[in-house]
């Protein structure tokens, strides 16, 4: 089983449209929980970090849910310029804190 | 957010050389850098972690000797790809924390070929 799942996509959405990515971490000491955007070609970019309570910037809403491991993005009245990769990224808790990406999901916002 | 410099940005060598790939945190003192590949529409693999002033850590089925990295200031990491073959053509793409921080800022990545 991989330490980090996401849906695999890729996702064709209409401009305006909600869409929503979701993700597995297998390591329950997990720490620290973030979905980074990558563009094609491009390093990838902090989007927001994912609180247990759930957090929401402009037109994204995150959730954390330790209890059963997963991870929620939601984007609403979604843009052309929403289309990318979007990273599912779970930091180890100890020492070496490393990051470990999911293998990201394709979006695409048609006009 | 803090910022991370990897130099060259592309790079085309010819099978059998060596390439040096460098990664710089420009703004803060970066104790854990990171090292990762990406083939085309394929995820980030972690190659190695490198803590400052010590030999990285390789995952498994990366060969050390094949990827050397140096770790020796606080701001500067380096990873050099050694007699390169068109099969490590690939985006190499670092990335830095620093004891402060809780996410990884990451270089601008580099895209290898090799011919």
């Known amino acids: 089983r991989k330490e980090v799942e996401q849906d695999p996509g890729p996702f064709n959405v209409p401009e305006g449209a909600t869409v929503a990515f979701n993700c597995t971490y297998s390591n329950s000491a997990s720490q620290s929980f973030f979905w980074y955007r990558q563009d094609c070609r491009k390093e990838p970019k902090l989007l927001m970090s994912?609180?247990?309570s759930g957090n929401e910037d402009g037109r994204f809403t995150a959730q954390l849910n330790r209890a059963s491991q997963y991870i929620s993005l939601l984007i609403r009245d979604s843009k052309l310029s929403d289309s990318a990769t979007y990273l599912c990224v779970v930091r180890a808790s100890g020492s070496a804190r490393q990051l470990t990406f999911g293998s990201g999901t394709q979006l695409t916002v048609l006009p | 957010g803090a910022v991370v410099s990897q130099h060259p940005s592309w790079v085309i060598c010819k099978s059998g050389t060596s390439v040096k790939i460098e990664c710089r945190s420009l703004d803060f003192q970066a104790t854990t850098m990171f090292w990762y590949r990406q083939f085309p529409k394929q995820s980030l693999m972690l190659m190695a972690t490198s803590n400052e002033g010590s030999k990285a850590t390789y995952e498994q089925g990366v060969e050390k000797d094949k990827f050397l990295i140096n770790h020796a200031s606080l701001t500067l990491s380096t990873l050099t790809v050694t007699s390169a073959h068109p099969e490590d053509s690939s985006f190499y793409i670092c990335s830095a924390t620093g004891t402060a921080n809780t996410e990884a800022f990451f270089g601008q990545g580099t895209r290898l070929t090799v011919v």
């Open positions: 994912v609180y247990s």
